[in-house]
């Protein structure tokens, strides 16, 4: 195990016997939920995780570490300090683990260190992509070159508008990342199940997944695969309100001058605001549907 990882016990156990074990993101938790609903949801997701036949690793940085699996105890610490940890994408790594104290790590920073512990599998809520207005900004999120480059899974309920959906397929496609979808032929759009733009490929269970997965890296071709699965229909909220209350906070934002890394924490919680709450509960919801699939492909690709 790499001197910078330190997994718990269990995990260390698991990878080392090759069983499934699912990756999951701290960002959403500290930056992307409230207190304290947010402790309750990475709760929920490691119970999703095992129920479905794999090993939780929620990933963070404490105190010089990148933690591979929390306790209850660093579960807390993480959901209390909320925006008070630092929001960590891959170029924030390397100083917040000189520099000590705890960060959140968003889809980039996980997947760097799930690669590093040797887990092929992690469940997020939504990725960041190309913000709308990039033409001007250049605001594209740095998860899209992790996909591009590091070998893990990434499950996912698609992306939120408040990005340029079809600006951010166009990156992945030319980055190289096969975009799947789980039991759908269109990407989701995050709180609605279509967006009227393709996937790649559909797949209807782990197994076709799992073949992907190990194609890919068989071929030596580097890189992540995300797997989109849209929320589950009872959950969906109502694509034109969402739309509507997405144009909301994004003038919000503009209007109290939040830029760069601020930007994605400030819009989730203003749609929080204006769908009164509404927003967050599709959010818990197809986040636990994700961590249930990641745990399902994890499996299929262990059994090979
Ligand atoms: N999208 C969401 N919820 C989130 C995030 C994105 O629907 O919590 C978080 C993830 O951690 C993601 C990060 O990796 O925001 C992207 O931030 P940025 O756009 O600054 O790269
Ligand atoms: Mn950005």
């Not at 990882?5 to 990878?15: G, H, N």
């Not at 068989?218 to 695969?225: C, H, P, R």
């Not at 924490?265 to 769908?275: D, S």
Request: glycine share 10%; charged share 20%.
């Amino acid at each position: 195990m790499h001197p910078i990882l330190l997994p718990t016990p269990e995990i260390a156990d698991a990878l080392a016997a090759s069983r499934p074990v699912v990756a999951l993101e701290s960002t959403v938790i500290s930056h992307g939920m409230p207190y304290p609903q947010n402790l309750e949801t990475a709760r929920a997701l490691e119970a999703e995780v095992r129920a479905a036949g794999a090993i939780p690793a929620t990933i963070a940085v404490m105190d010089g570490r990148i933690r591979v699996g929390l306790d209850d105890m660093a579960l807390e610490r993480l959901a209390t300090a909320g925006h008070k940890a630092r929001k960590l994408s891959r170029r924030d790594l390397p100083i917040a683990i000189a520099t000590g104290g705890i960060g959140a790590t968003t889809v980039a920073a996980t997947m760097i260190g799930a690669r590093l512990a040797g887990i092929s599998v992690f469940a997020t809520g939504g990725i960041g992509g190309v913000h709308r207005g990039a033409e001007t900004s250049f605001d594209i999120s740095a998860d899209l070159d992790e996909l591009a480059r590091t070998s893990v899974c990434v499950v996912c309920a698609g992306a939120k508008s408040i990005l340029d959906l079809p600006k951010t397929l166009e990156v992945l496609e030319t980055r190289g990342v096969p975009v799947l979808g789980f039991g759908t032929e269109e990407f989701p759009a995050f709180y609605s199940r279509r967006s009227g733009l393709p996937v790649d490929h559909r797949c209807d269970n782990a197994i076709e997944v799992a073949d992907i997965l190990r194609a890919k890296w068989q071929l030596g071709l580097e890189g992540g695969v995300l797997l989109a699965n849209p929320i589950p229909p009872a959950d969906e909220l109502d694509a034109d309100a969402m739309e509507a209350a997405v144009t909301q906070a994004l003038a919000d934002a503009e209007a109290n001058g939040i830029k760069g890394k601020d930007i994605t924490p400030h819009l989730l919680a203003a749609l929080e605001r204006i769908t009164g709450g509404r927003s967050l509960t599709a959010n818990i919801a197809l986040i636990r549907n994700n961590a249930r699939v990641a745990a399902g492909v994890a499996a299929a690709l262990a059994a090979a």
